[in-house]
């Protein structure tokens, strides 16, 4: 890790870290890298860290979801219809059948462990929401650096194309294109033919976002000295684009992906929610919540859970996602 | 039929859209109920009649999540529709006004006795009511009913009813239909004679004994050739019943007044006793608990029972103002017999052990919202319905499965480590897809690999309904629901298990049964005219399909429906799939 060579005093104006105070030459000058002086901003910014650290956790909730359950929760398409009344079907004792066994308690009419399907659904949402921010940031940074350093014709064309994506309507878009889906798809099967439209849909309509961002700093830095300096030296137009670009878009391009993360899970949610996401009895956070819509009036907390899961995950993201942002753009104010 | 019946399945579990659930209690009424009198206790409109009354006026309200699918007799499918279409269309035999099965029994409604069956089963011959009117009060004859009927010929403009009398009266369909006849009076259709204008001769091509049930539908109704606006009949249908229109906005509201041409002399069937009925329709089924519990109406005319969370408010306050009512819905999972491994009856029979039938059960809301377990193929109201033979030993187990017969019987199919196959459900019918999630969970326990696939339900009759789709989708296992169109032993399961309804689309076989000896049995009971007798060689049909393993049923469907405590003459009436018989309700106050 890049751990900063000097401590930097915690209320010093974030300014400082490009130009350290000449204090009558008290402190020797150093040099720092980028990630240094992102890492030292990051590291004071509670608010940011907090974010950074529950998004640390429901990472490894989801990638150990199965350690996880084996400790505290049964299998996730288990049923304990036993948990349920007789005549309501609804959740025996008080809070939707919370208790010791069962941690945020029973499903209605199934009996499936809430707790269980929490933390599966975690997997779903975070594995969308990762891969599609990747889709959207690998197709943004091709189409966005091209047209902001070629301009022209190619700029022109690209930027229509960005327009016409961002006013598609992507929920309708998605909703019917699932439902003439087959089930086998280029030697995917079922969910994985689910899995993978969601990430290359919610992925492909995400792209415009970054490629605008990505074109917009293009057009600004190729007519920075040091690409000047380049072309004049005889730097080819990849050298230029890959070597000297992108380089300098990696900040601006990182904090977009993690503040498309969150916007991903909700999109995730609510194409689960309307049916058109994984299939059962598959656990995600939107299908459960449509699950509880029928019964929300008396087993709210069936609605509660994969309700937090979302909020917390998605303010989780953009709280890191923000704090991120002012880290490695000292222009940027807080 | 079955184009037709695909309507009547959709309306059996209405469809919760996500969209209009998201609305849910946006204007909620008072689920407290205040001002509302005392029901009349819990069941009180099951097997007798709740709030016996012979008040008059009053305005009856009822609510909707759906439309009626047409208000124009001969187009109408839905069984809501035929039991609303009493108040403003006669038919020659009409079910009795009695609670629960008592009301399959036809009774003379515009015909004077039930038909007079000669020419060894193929001659009906009815006469007619003196009195009968048309609500512009001109005389009703047996011309226009032959009228009325002519118009399920013409399918071009006359679409979606049944044509189970055209079926019957001419299989080849010479006759082209009214719109098309070059006769002077538009009456060309040979099969049906009327001699004079008090009677009325059908000559069928083949003895059916359930013939009669096929003129109690509403597509027996008579039409008066002079105010049939075709196409556009459905939006003013001319009445020869106590109530005619005063306002239909389709999808909207129904406003029916009193005909004051109908005669009370004329119609030993109808009590006719609110001054006005009227529907309004709103799609969101919550919402429409609530407000029948607050009292601003009286009665679901869909009949599809309450939402879950409409019928847990109801236990917990209003008890005594809910019936559980026995549909005539069988839900059910067919096995397709073309698709690998249930060609092999063995891996059929594994099936049937390793169900869970009363997880089943409590998964689609338990004994008393659900309903009971099902082991014969025939609902409890239909003869040739048989809960003694129980094969697979699942009444005594009482639902739960036998892991040990099924490991057994997967072995002798040459798959002792289970298989892997589809098992499809709607996703817009209420408990369709929790209903396969916890099967598919119980079949795992023996190797049972269902993946499920769902669709809506609109798309199942060119998914599931097409065995050519079926083979390539690879389907194994079809989840869905059935109810009769009449109740008989054909009206249920010919379009299921006769191989010769076996079609390229639309098709509900979807087992894809094909078997000489119950194509056979079919014709036999249809041949007869002796309905007991026919529901002896329906038990054969019955036992026979339950021996070849094809076809597991797994719930004979109950309901949870509210009727208010201003509604009087209530029950539930099993010619109506459960529904409280509309023509006979009554409210005991002014409002």
């Given amino acids: 890790m890049t751990a900063p060579l000097h401590d ?45 650290v529950t998004v640390l956790l429901l990472v490894l909730v989801a990638v150990f979801a199965p350690l996880v359950v084996g400790l505290l929760g049964h299998p996730p398409d288990e049923f304990h219809q036993e948990e349920l009344e007789d005549l309501t079907n609804l959740p025996k004792g008080a809070f939707g059948g919370m208790s010791g066994d069962f941690l945020f308690g029973v499903e209605p009419n199934k009996g499936r462990d809430i707790f269980s399907r929490v933390v599966y659904g975690a997997r779903i949402s975070l594995l969308v929401a990762f891969l599609a921010a990747v889709v959207a940031v690998v197709l943004g940074t091709i189409f966005g650096i091209v047209a902001g350093y ?134 995600s956070w939107g299908s459960m919540l449509r699950d509880a819509l029928g019964t929300y009036e008396h087993d709210p907390m069936f609605m509660v859970f994969p309700g937090l899961a979302i909020f917390v995950a998605v303010l989780a993201f953009n709280l890191f996602g923000d704090g991120l942002r002012d880290a490695l753009d000292p222009k940027g104010t807080r | 039929m079955p184009t037709g019946s695909s309507k009547r399945r959709l309306t059996a579990g209405a469809a919760l859209v996500v969209a209009t659930a998201l609305t849910a209690s946006a204007c909620g009424g008072d689920s407290d109920g205040e001002g509302n009198g005392k029901g009349a206790g819990y069941n009180a409109g099951i097997g007798k009649v709740a709030n016996k009354s012979t008040k008059k006026g009053g305005t009856l309200r009822f609510v909707a999540k759906q439309d009626l699918d047409s208000a124009d007799p001969q187009r109408a499918y ?40 000669s020419n060894g089963g193929k001659t009906y011959t009815y006469t007619l009511r003196d009195g009968l009117t048309w609500e512009d009060g001109s005389k009703l004859t047996s011309k226009d009913i032959k009228y009325g009927i002519e118009r399920i010929w013409a399918t071009k403009v006359i679409t979606g009813g049944p044509a189970y009398l055209q079926k019957a009266l001419d299989p080849k369909r010479e006759y ?78 129904i406003e029916l007044v009193r005909n004051t041409e109908w005669k009370k002399s004329s119609d030993p069937v109808r009590p006719a006793l609110p001054d006005r009925i009227t529907v309004s329709i709103s799609k969101n089924l919550e919402e429409n608990d609530k407000r029948l519990m607050a009292g601003d109406y009286d009665i679901d005319m869909n009949g599809t029972g309450m939402t879950q969370s409409g019928r847990t408010t109801a236990f917990q306050k209003h008890k005594d103002s809910v019936d559980n009512m026995e549909t005539d819905f069988v839900r059910y999972v067919a096995l397709v017999t073309k698709a690998k491994p249930f060609d092999d009856i063995h891996c059929r029979k594994a099936v049937f052990y390793a169900t869970d039938f009363a997880g089943l059960q409590k998964t689609r809301g338990g004994k008393v919202a659900a309903g009971d377990i099902a082991t014969s193929v025939f609902p409890k109201a239909i003869k040739g319905h048989d809960d003694a033979y129980d094969p697979y030993g699942i009444r005594k187990r009482a639902g739960k499965p036998d892991l040990a017969k099924a490991k057994d019987e997967l072995k002798k199919c040459g798959k002792p480590g289970g298989f892997s196959t589809k098992l499809t459900a709607r996703n817009d019918q209420t408990g369709e897809v929790e209903a396969a999630t916890a099967l598919q969970e119980q079949l795992k326990k023996v190797g049972i690999n269902a993946q499920i696939a769902t ?24 989840m869905t629901g059935w109810g009769p169109d009449f109740p008989t032993g054909q009206g249920f399961g010919q379009p299921l298990w006769d191989s010769r309804f076996i079609a390229e689309n639309g098709n509900y076989n979807e087992a894809q049964i094909s078997d000489p000896k119950i194509d056979k049995l079919f014709d036999d009971a249809i041949g007869t005219t002796d309905l007991n007798k026919a529901g002896d060689l329906y038990k054969k049909l019955n036992k026979r399909i339950l021996d070849d393993a094809v076809w597991m049923p797994f719930l004979y469907e109950k309901n949870i429906t509210w009727r208010s405590p201003r509604t009087t003459n209530v029950y539930s009436a099993a010619a109506y799939s459960g529904r409280y018989d509309y023509v006979s309700l009554g409210v005991n106050d002014k409002k």
């Fill in chain 1, 8 to 52: 930097t005093p915690a209320d010093a104006d974030p300014t400082e870290d490009v130009a350290p105070a000449a204090g009558a030459g008290v402190r020797k000058v150093e040099g720092r890298t980028l990630k240094q002086i992102a890492w030292n901003r990051l590291k004071r910014d509670k608010v940011a860290l907090a974010g950074g």
């Fill in chain 2, 176 to 253: 082209k239909g009214p719109y098309e006849d070059k006769t002077e009076d538009k009456l060309g259709l040979d099969a049906i004679k009327t001699p004079d204008d008090k009677t009325i001769v059908f000559n069928l091509a083949k003895p059916n004994g359930d013939f009669e049930y096929m003129l109690a539908m509403p597509s027996g109704s008579p039409v008066k050739a002079s105010k049939d606006t075709g196409a556009k009949y459905t939006q003013r249908p001319f009445s020869s019943g106590p109530y005619k229109f005063k306002e239909y906005k389709a999808n909207q509201k």
């Fill in chain 2, 78 to 117: 839905f069984g809501m529709t035929w039991d609303f279409m009493r108040y403003y269309t006669r038919t020659l035999v009409t079910y009795d006004t009695k609670p629960g099965a008592a009301s399959n029994k036809l009774v003379p409604d515009m015909a004077t006795s039930t038909a007079k069956i």
């Fill in chain 1, 150 to 283: 070629f301009g022209g014709w190619i700029d022109a064309l690209i930027s229509r194309v960005m327009d016409v994506l961002l006013a598609f309507p992507q929920l309708l878009f998605i909703i019917s294109l699932v439902s003439v889906l087959p089930d086998e798809l280029l030697g995917l099967r079922d969910n994985g033919v689910r899995i993978a439209v969601l990430v290359m849909v919610i992925g492909f309509f995400g792209w415009p976002y970054v490629g605008r961002i990505v074109r917009g700093q293009t057009l600004s830095l190729r007519e920075r000295e040091y690409v000047e300096a380049a072309r004049s030296l005889g730097g080819g137009q990849r050298h230029i684009l890959f070597r000297e670009l992108l380089p300098n878009l990696v900040a601006p391009v990182t904090v977009y992906a993690t503040l498309m993360i969150p916007t991903n899970i909700l999109t995730e949610a609510a194409l689960s929610f309307l049916g058109a996401g994984v299939l059962p009895p598959t656990a």
């Fill in chain 2, 455 to 478: 669709f809506s339900g609109a798309d199942s009759s060119n998914l599931t309904g097409s065995p050519a789709v079926t083979k390539k989708r690879g389907y194994g296992m079809v």
